[in-house]
Each structure stands twice: as C-alpha cells, then as structure tokens.
C-alpha cells in the first residue's frame, strides 16, 4: 500500500469516526431531553431581585444563601 493510500484511509476512518461520535451523541441527547420535564421548581431559594446587568451577583447570592452561607 502506497503512503498516499495510507493517507486518504486514516482521513476517511478519522472523519468516518467523527460523523458516528457526532451522530451518536446527537441521537442520545434527543432521547435525555424527552425525559425530561418542561419546568422544575427548587423550594427553599430566597429570591434576590437583580439590578440591572447583574444577574451574576444575583444568581451567586441566591445559590449561597441556598447552601447556608447568608451574605444578604
């Protein structure tokens, strides 16, 4: 076998790879997704109104005033 033939055989198994990982994660999260609900509440979280552009802050005291650590 030449190396040129090398080549082109290593590039179409590669990229014959690449299309059954992508095909196969894509067919496994279409399967996860219908299992799951359309909306989920967590009771127990303090709601913290955000200024604006600050819903990182926000969010941040929420999860710690969740996990005890009351910052607020």
């Known amino acids: 076998m030449s190396d040129d033939m090398r080549i082109v055989l290593i590039r179409f198994m590669a990229i014959s790879l690449g ?5 196969s994660l894509a067919c496994s999260i279409l399967a996860w ?4 609900p359309e909306s989920h509440i967590i009771g127990g979280i303090r709601f913290i109104r955000q200024k604006p552009h600050y819903c990182g802050p926000a969010s941040l005291a929420m999860v710690l005033n969740y996990w005890g650590l009351n910052l607020t």
Not at 19 to 23: K, V
Not at 33 to 36: A, F, H, Y
């Open 33 to 36: 997704s219908d299992s799951l």
């Open 19 to 23: 299309l059954l990982i992508t095909l």
